[in-house]
């Protein structure tokens, strides 16, 4: 029931449906208090309405959102509950008394300092809202960036303002309960001063030296700083916000090139959203800006998606264009016909080069590159479920995918059956949950599927917890969730809580080269972190888990085998070299599945039914005798590559042989140019 009404109000919890049922009930009930009249009921309906409102503004919520697109915003809560005071006050017979007109005052003269308020907010934003937003690119040096407002003027400005009535509401009240005008003037004051106050805050900021240079200098700054940088290999890309995943792979890679890396981002949420690099990283929003840029040096750009904003960066010829991807698996996304727009396309293995061919779609196979898959690395070899110790299954469905075919993930059609037979396998297995992150994005049935999921083995890891044959070592996972509890400090010392006094992205710009040692750090803390984490619950204990951290490798590594879909995800699997399982959801056939999809040829193949999960759990308990042993050992070098080079070295050297390629043309075009220059010149 609660489940469905979150869905149904597209709230993220329960507390956040709490919090928009009461304020929304809040307004009606002012009301009635404001009729009855009653200061009481007046103030706690009032006092409602403030929490819930601003919890559901901290919380990001979708209702508030759409609250502002029915003419109910924000400033128009604030009129509503202003205009419900002023009526109370005249049901109490105050309409003649000095506190209604100086409230009716109060609430004109505020609304009026909210346009200025509002003007200079907008005005600062737009003025510190740089044509490029960068990291690790020193243009402090270069370019005076000014401070952001302090205090956190600009972080959730509006509301801030907002609630300096907070001061005059209760003001009034207490007055109109004790019958004295004084409290209500002192609140009264006390709104209209520091809203005055705030608006004055934010005036210096709108001129002098508090004003960021103009876009044209900034863009100057930045050629200015390509040109001493030199960059040679680019990671381009462009998305959602969602899809940061798909270039935050690719980090760790650049960071390992040989020649000088640069990204090129397209989106500012990607970049807030970005983890942590080496790289210098640029934000180029504005299509113009970036074909104006000056990427001379550049010879090699590498595409990790296949997305229409990439037309501004193919368009130079000066360098040689790589889609390298964000998977490598049996999905039409893998072999799309757009890839015959990049001058080669790179994939892991020969599996990636056999699927071009079979598809047809117009990519020469003299244009494909096997580079192997350098994000693999942290994946640890299966060495068996170590003794005493319960094997752990990771069930990692895929999405429902942009076309919402049900065939695309197993989560709607065999989800519950899947968790519910791994829940009752016997001997029992742990169940680990990790969803991709953009499932129920396209349907609400796929994301009904997960909450269906995710309570099932909720419920579980409760009965398991209470079931007295399963002891947990208390002290050892005590330590853990206190070591646990300390990395999280000193993470959140280093990288910031970031709060709203932390500057803008101007700021950030200005202030945005890494501290290699801070990096490193934050780096071997993660790790630590990790490590951590798993211990800080019992090895039994089934778990959901979402969100960036802990990673999908990491669930990789504590897991003795696999469930999921056809994505990239079971090609990546397969390096572990354990066994896995994946779903026919669309009921194929087990030959047929096998022919469509290479990654699934040393698989167990689910039903939707799931009654084949009994081979898996077998070939996990007893390894000795897994028949698909062998079969992954070859399909891993078939889908991956060899061993031998290592990726990353398979991966520079590619890089390494197209930036040769890119420069031969170049000079080639300026032969060509000398020679139509010298012969012009003989025959004028």
């Not at 520091?194 to 934010?202: D, F």
Request: charged share 20%.
């Amino acid at each position: 029931m609660i489940s469905t009404a979150i869905r149904v109000a597209r709230v993220g919890s329960a507390a956040e449906l709490a919090a928009a049922v009461l304020m929304l009930a809040g307004f009606p009930a002012i009301m009635v208090a404001a009729l009855i009249p009653s200061v009481p009921a007046f103030a706690a309906a009032t006092a409602v309405t403030y929490l819930a409102d601003h919890y559901l503004h901290r919380q990001g919520s979708y209702l508030i959102n759409r609250l502002s697109k029915v003419r109910a915003g924000l400033s128009i809560r604030f009129l509503i509950r202003q205009l419900l005071l002023i009526l109370l006050l005249a049901r109490l017979d105050l309409s003649n008394n000095l506190i209604f007109y100086g409230a009716t005052a109060c609430f004109i003269a505020f609304y009026g300092l909210q346009a200025p308020h509002g003007a200079l907010v907008t005005l600062i934003r737009n003025r510190r809202r740089l044509p490029v937003a960068t990291r690790n690119v020193d243009l402090a040096s270069r370019i005076r960036i000014p401070d952001a407002p302090r205090f956190g003027l600009l972080n959730r400005s509006a509301e801030k303002m907002l609630h300096l009535d907070l001061a005059a509401v209760v003001g009034i009240l207490v007055a109109a309960q004790l019958d004295s005008a004084t409290p209500g003037f002192i609140g009264i004051g006390v709104t209209i001063g520091l809203g005055s106050l705030y608006v004055l805050a934010l005036m210096p900021y709108v001129r002098g030296k508090k004003v960021p240079p103009n876009a044209d200098k900034v863009l100057a700054k930045v050629d200015e700083w390509l040109r001493d940088y030199q960059p040679e290999t680019v990671l381009y890309f462009s998305g959602s916000k969602d899809s940061t995943y798909q270039v935050n792979m690719w980090l760790e890679t650049m960071e390992q090139l040989d020649s000088k890396p640069l990204i090129i981002l397209r989106e500012r949420v990607i970049l807030q959203n970005l983890a942590p690099t080496t790289v210098p990283v640029i934000c180029v929003p504005g299509g113009v800006h970036l074909m104006n840029m000056d990427l001379s040096s550049v010879r090699v750009a590498l595409y990790a998606a296949n997305v229409g904003k990439n037309i501004h960066l193919l368009r130079v010829p000066t360098m040689k264009h790589v889609f390298i991807g964000h998977g490598d698996s049996d999905k039409l996304a893998s072999v799309n016909p757009f890839s015959k727009a990049y001058d080669e396309v790179w994939v892991a293995g020969r599996a990636g080069r056999d699927r071009y061919a079979i598809a047809d779609v117009g990519v020469r196979d003299e244009d494909i590159v096997e580079v192997g898959r350098p994000q693999l690395a942290p994946i640890q070899d299966w060495q068996g479920v170590p003794d005493g110790r319960m094997p752990t299954v990771l069930y990692a469905p895929t999405w429902e995918g942009w076309d919402g075919d049900p065939g695309n993930t197993s989560l709607m059609l065999a989800g519950e059956n899947i968790v519910k037979k791994l829940l009752k396998a016997d001997p029992p297995v742990r169940v680990l949950y990790k969803p991709h992150p953009f499932t129920g994005t396209v349907l609400a049935k796929a994301g009904a599927a997960h909450q269906k999921v995710t309570a099932l083995i909720e419920k579980a890891a409760a009965e398991r917890a209470a079931d007295p044959r399963l002891q947990a070592d208390a002290a050892a996972v005590a330590a853990a969730k206190a070591e646990l509890a300390r990395i999280e400090a000193r993470l959140t010392v280093l990288v910031g809580s970031g709060g709203g006094d932390k500057g803008d992205e101007a700021e950030a710009t200005r202030d945005g080269v890494v501290d290699v040692a801070k990096y490193e750090e934050i780096a071997r803390l993660r790790g630590e972190w990790n490590d951590a984490y798993w211990r800080s619950f019992p090895v039994w204990e089934h778990k959901v888990i979402t969100g960036a951290e802990p990673r999908l490798y990491d669930c990789f590594n504590v897991s003795d085998a696999m469930v999921s879909d056809i994505s990239s995800v079971v090609s990546d699997f397969i390096a572990s070299g354990k066994p896995y399982a994946v779903t026919d959801s669309a009921g194929l056939g087990v030959e047929e599945f096998k022919r469509q999809n290479t990654a699934v040829r040393a698989a167990t193949i689910l039903s939707n039914k799931a009654t084949e999960l009994g081979e898996l759990l077998d070939a996990v308990r007893d390894p000795a005798g897994d028949p698909l042993a062998e079969d992954r050992v070859e399909l891993r070098q078939y889908l991956l590559g060899p061993d031998e080079p290592t990726s990353i070295e398979q991966f520079n050297t590619a890089v390494a042989n197209l930036a040769i390629k890119a420069e031969a043309r170049n000079v080639g075009q300026e032969s060509r140019a000398a020679a139509s220059a010298a012969e012009a010149t003989t025959k004028a």
